[in-house]
């Protein structure tokens, strides 16, 4: 999406690519929360295991808290069951299809609080 010329659409996705290096999980939430509040949107990848992951809820959680819109995208192929919190919020939900997940990112920005 971010190479598409025809999409505008800016992505903060150092969260991916600088791993918060620390057995602290105070420090861990305070990086995670100014990643968060630097953004719109907070997407929520769904595969099989996700809503088991431990900082899933917390941080779509925090997103919600800080009025951040928030949505998921299923993974293709990916059965897992739904975050409860997306679920619980009614949070827009796309399938693995670059018009659906562009549609999904704009509705959860569309419904931030």
Same mark, same amino acid.
């Given at each position: ?21 620390s ?13 968060i509040?630097?953004c719109?949107v907070?997407?929520?990848?769904i595969?099989?295991g &996700?809503a088991?992951?431990?900082?899933v809820?917390?941080?779509?959680e &925090?997103?919600v808290?800080y009025g951040?819109?928030i949505?998921?995208?299923r993974l293709?192929g990916?059965?897992?069951r739904t975050?409860?919190?997306?679920v ?5 939900i ?5 018009a659906?997940?562009?549609? &999904?990112?704009e509705s959860?920005?569309?419904?931030r609080?």
């Amino acid at each position: 999406m971010a190479m598409n010329p025809q999409l505008s659409i800016d992505f903060n996705e150092t969260s991916s690519r600088e791993p918060v290096q620390s057995e602290r999980s105070s420090y861990i939430r305070q990086a995670i929360r100014e990643k968060i509040r630097q953004c719109a949107v907070t997407v929520c990848l769904i595969g099989n295991g &996700t809503a088991w992951r431990d900082w899933v809820d917390w941080e779509l959680e &925090t997103a919600v808290q800080y009025g951040k819109g928030i949505c998921g995208v299923r993974l293709k192929g990916s059965y897992g069951r739904t975050p409860d919190i997306l679920v619980e919020k009614d949070a827009p939900i796309s399938k693995w299809d670059m018009a659906d997940i562009v549609a &999904t990112i704009e509705s959860a920005c569309a419904r931030r609080s």
